[in-house]
């Protein structure tokens, strides 16, 4: 089964600040279509998770421009642009590339300071 | 719009069983193939098993294989799971996700969850 780590776990961010969220996997991600299943979501505090990123780098709608996906291979990462008091929550990064099991990251808390 | 209302949660002692169940409605069910993902209290997701477009196809977590088994009624667009042998490790919030389809991304909608709690 792939790993996924993240880190930091937690990520204390002062508003209006950038934050960044990496996540690493076991193996390489890249298919044989030379795509990379890849996917970001969000929990916020008592919600259902909320899917943000899919393949590596691609927003779902409704999704404020101030995240963003990226990374290749093994190395993926999350930024928030400016971090708003609503990004409050908990962040997962999720592998689709080699299943079953599709696999979570460990999530990582993100809490304003 | 999409909705995954999932429903049959509750409290079972070890050894019991349960059947989840998940009403979808805003899209063409039959299309998708759809999960069920679970997340036990404070702690991260767990994928759980998948289920194709047309139920053909089922495959599961190794940790709920052999107990638990996952089926659909697209003619009542309905998923669900049905859960045997229940333990204290299974207690959860119980997602049922949308799955893939041409020309969509998988784990796009995710119902509001149904708890789980395996206890004596």
């Known amino acids: 089964d792939v790993v996924m780590t993240q880190s930091p776990l937690s990520l204390p961010v002062t508003p209006g600040q950038p934050a960044s969220i990496s996540c690493r996997s076991s193996q390489s991600l890249i298919q044989r279509d030379g795509n990379s299943s890849l996917n970001w979501f969000q929990q916020r505090p008592g919600q259902s998770p909320r899917r943000l990123i899919y393949?590596?780098?691609n927003r779902d709608s409704g999704v404020p421009d101030r995240f963003s996906g990226s990374g290749s291979g093994t190395d993926f990462t999350l930024k928030i642009s400016r971090v708003e008091a609503e990004d409050v929550g908990v962040y997962y990064c999720?592998?689709?590339?080699?299943?079953?099991?599709?696999?979570f990251g460990q999530g990582t808390k993100v809490e304003i300071k | 719009q999409v909705q995954l209302v999932e429903s049959g949660g509750g409290v079972v002692q070890p050894g019991r069983s349960l059947r989840l169940s998940c009403a979808a409605s805003?899209?063409?069910?039959?299309?998708?193939?759809m999960h069920w993902v679970r997340q036990a209290p404070g702690k991260g997701l767990e994928w759980v098993a998948i289920?194709?477009?047309?139920?053909?196809?089922?495959y599961y977590a190794d940790s709920v294989k052999g107990r638990f088994t996952i089926s659909r009624d697209n003619s009542e667009n309905r998923l669900y799971l049905q859960m045997n042998s229940l333990r204290v490790d299974d207690t959860a919030v119980y997602y049922c996700v949308r799955g893939y389809y041409s020309g969509t991304y998988p784990f796009d909608y995710w119902g509001q969850g149904t708890l789980v709690t395996v206890s004596s």
């Open positions: 805003g899209f063409t069910f039959y299309n998708y193939g």
């Open positions: 393949k590596v780098s």
């Open positions: 289920i194709w477009y047309d139920g053909s196809t089922t």
């Open positions: 999720m592998q689709g590339s080699h299943w079953p099991p599709w696999t």
